[in-house]
């Protein structure tokens, strides 16, 4: 691949490199006159306001309303979100952005009298409509209703949570302004002996440095940082765990946990059963470690010593047929009908691959209802950006075969299952780049990060989920969550997840205050399901077995996400799905070994 100094202007790249939005709107006036039909839409939804107990027939006409408008507005919205990520200095661009975001946040107000309007019919009378035939495709959302219930509060009572969201938030937004804005690192020496500043960017790319002294020194720096603000983020940290465990009180909830929970229908005894799952494989964690040591020739290992590669295979970039071409065979396993999806994002300009002056970083797959599922890129070449190919284009074919099996008010899935399907393509082209390897050296690479992926995703994940638990239970127990409670038992934790075999150094007692999910309530425990899912789905299709597989992708949210992963093989009230990524943990852990120790 041909390298260049400086970001090509976006009309200098091939079109064919871009993705083609006139699949949604055809036109910017397209997409003005769409913009209009909003009003008319609302009205008509707002006409049902009163009358949804009079027949299940006036039910089916809000229902309908609200799915109308819901689809009008995420297609508006879709088309200049990404339109806007092209050129984030494309004024015209931010504008019709900036527009749609408004609306929509208006429209959500306006229409916020549904649900409350449907929990405060006689429950008799509600479930006399529920189980109306007329009613029977919108059951499913009915029964969702009124499992909430019991939650619900008076109408004041709600109009007044609702205003108090924002102060409720206080501490996430101010937590993100001090991490992401505020906090400045010092500066270390690299490896040259340069005078560099360390940022939240680069903090990774010098732990993986080989040289010792500068991975020790960027350790050091970033938790000497993050321990001078300790009591400042223990306290915005205290508040929103408070937050947390208020509103779950007001609202009738055993606890913080259980209403985080409640939405996605999963029991605590799952989150538990994950800990416990993987707590049982944590000698399989401290084996890999002590491979590590010994490949890197250290007396003892430290936590600074945890990300250095262990191998550098030479240099290789794929061009971006050639990345293409890797994911194509990667998923074959999947069979003719995903292929045959998969191949519009290739040959329809789903893709935006390369980089360009403007364009938003990172990657991420989006979409709407029955148009292309996009996928934004900034492709350099590299495995990580074959591997973030295959990971994104996992998302766009989950909401493309879900869009084609089910109408739109079915067809969207929730967080818990977002990751399942794109970490199954990152696991399925590991898979073929182990197989068709020619070297040791490549082969030793794909295992370690393949490896590292479980670790810092189950594992690590896992780790985290088990002290938001416990940092929760203490705050609902009366114990104020200070900066050194805090400490004291992320300290603890830590030390029993890495082992005797790693220097628990002193530093990383306050990486709690480092982690950003902590603020997001109960959210890291679906990153090690999520992964644990994709080891049992792709142990299946490389099996030869994709059928499960695809039926999880084509079903949306006709079901709870718990019986939609059963039913894919991947049973979370049995540590299975855990074990399964533990299989796929320890047999790449067995080949490492054998090439690294001979």
């Known amino acids: 691949m041909s390298e260049t100094n400086a970001p090509k202007l976006r009309s200098e790249l091939a079109p064919e490199t871009c993705w083609d939005l006139t699949q949604i709107y055809k036109t910017d006036a397209d997409w003005e006159e769409a913009f209009r039909t909003l009003d008319d839409l609302l009205a ?234 993987v707590r049982a494989k944590l000698p399989l964690l401290h084996r890999y470690f002590e491979l590590r040591r010994r490949v890197l020739k250290l007396n003892k290992l430290e936590l600074f010593d945890l990300v250095t590669p262990l191998v550098r295979p030479a240099k290789v970039l794929y061009s971006w047929e050639e990345g293409c071409d890797l994911v194509r065979q990667a998923v074959k396993l999947y069979g003719a009908e995903y292929c045959e999806a998969l191949e519009h994002a290739f040959k329809d300009r789903w893709i935006d691959v390369y980089e360009c002056r403007g364009k938003t970083s990172g990657a991420y797959s989006g979409g709407c209802y029955r148009k292309p599922p996009y996928v934004l890129l900034n492709y350099t070449g590299t495995l990580d950006s074959v591997s973030t190919l295959a990971h994104e284009l996992g998302h766009s074919m989950h909401s493309y075969l879900s869009d084609r099996a089910q109408e739109y008010h079915y067809a969207g899935y929730c967080l818990f299952a977002a990751e399942v399907a794109s ?64 400490s004291d038992h992320y300290y603890k934790l830590n030390g029993e997840y890495f082992g005797s075999g790693v220097v628990n150094n002193e530093p990383i007692r306050f990486e709690w205050a480092r982690i950003p999910h902590f603020h997001y309530n109960f959210y890291v425990y679906k990153y090690a399901t999520g992964l644990s899912a994709a080891a049992k789905l792709s142990a299946d299709i490389i099996a030869g077995n994709p059928a499960p597989a695809l039926r999880f992708l084509k079903s949306g949210d006709t079901r709870d996400v718990l019986d939609l992963l059963r039913d894919a093989g991947a049973d979370f009230a049995t540590p299975e799905p855990v074990n399964a990524a533990m299989r796929l943990f320890e047999t790449s852990l067995d080949q490492l070994e054998s090439i690294l120790l001979k």
């Open 423 to 486: 970490t199954t393509n990152e696991l399925l082209l590991n898979h073929y780049l182990l197989e068709h390897a020619q070297d040791d050296n490549l082969r030793a690479y794909l295992l370690t990060h393949l490896l590292d992926l479980i670790r810092g995703t189950v594992f690590r994940q896992t780790q985290f989920a088990e002290y938001e638990r416990d940092i929760y239970a203490m705050s609902e127990e009366g114990e104020p969550l200070t900066a050194e409670a805090l």
């Open 44 to 277: 008509a939804h707002q006409a049902c306001r009163g009358h949804l107990a009079d027949s299940a027939e006036a039910l089916k006409r809000g229902l309908e309303t609200g799915d109308a408008l819901g689809l009008r507005l995420e297609t508006l919205y879709s088309y200049a979100h990404l339109k806007s990520d092209e050129d984030l200095a494309n004024g015209k661009n931010a504008g019709r952005r900036d527009r749609i975001a408004a609306r929509y946040a208006e429209i959500e107000g306006e229409t916020s009298w549904f649900d409350p309007e449907l929990l405060a019919m006689p429950e008799a009378r509600f479930k006399e409509l529920m189980d109306d035939p007329v009613l029977a495709f919108y059951r499913r959302t009915l029964e969702d209703t009124a499992r909430q219930r019991p939650h619900t509060l008076s109408e004041p009572e709600e109009r007044i949570l609702g205003l108090a969201s924002d102060v409720f938030s206080t501490g996430n937004h101010a937590f993100c302004k001090l991490n992401d804005a505020d906090l400045r690192f010092p500066h270390i020496k690299d490896d040259k002996g340069n005078d560099v500043e360390l940022t939240h960017g680069n903090y990774i790319k010098y732990l993986e440095n080989t040289d010792r002294r500068v991975r020790q020194d960027a350790f050091a720096a970033c938790y000497k940082t993050y321990s001078s603000f300790a009591n400042t983020i223990a306290a915005l940290l205290d508040g929103t765990v408070k937050a947390g465990v208020l509103e779950a009180k007001l609202r009738h909830f055993p606890s913080a946990r259980a209403a985080s929970l409640f939405p996605d229908h999963v029991p605590e005894s799952m989150y538990d059963g994950l800990i416990d799952a």
